[in-house]
């Protein structure tokens, strides 16, 4: 895997606080929930920005958000446009960010691990 050039964590930054605007301020659709941008990775090029988010609620939630993001994608990619100093904008794709239920499950298997061996410790005494 390539390592990120500074080039590219700049854009990305900029794009992500450009985004988390736009969003918050801009689009009006009630299904797009509450959207937090948590991360976004360019490619070498700077044509495709990878963007990361999380919304409050279920995963279903979670799935409505990304319709929103994914039908609005052009509109955001217009928005930027003036604030960026690129060639190209970057076209953009949406991922459902899942690091934080991730890391939760991880949390939740060592709980249950730990107890377990608690549980047979006590046992054996």
């Known amino acids: 895997m390539a390592v990120e050039t500074i080039r590219q964590k700049k854009l990305a930054d900029q794009i992500k606080k450009l985004i988390s605007v736009i969003v918050d301020r801009k689009i009006?659709?009630?299904?797009?929930?509450?959207?937090?941008?948590?991360?976004?990775?360019?490619?070498?090029d700077l044509r495709i920005a990878s963007v990361y988010f999380t919304a409050l609620g279920d995963r279903e939630a979670a799935e409505k958000s990304l319709e929103v993001l994914n039908r609005a994608k052009n509109f955001i990619r217009s928005e930027m446009a003036p604030h960026l100093k690129v060639r190209f904008i970057p076209e953009l794709r949406?991922?459902?960010?899942?690091?934080?239920?991730?890391?939760?499950?991880?949390e939740n298997l060592l709980k249950q691990i730990k107890k377990d061996q608690d549980e047979d410790n006590s046992g054996s005494k």
């Open 94 to 106: 949406f991922f459902i960010d899942d690091t934080f239920e991730y890391a939760q499950r991880i």
């Open 28 to 44: 009006k659709d009630p299904n797009k929930g509450f959207i937090t941008i948590t991360h976004v990775k360019i490619s070498g």
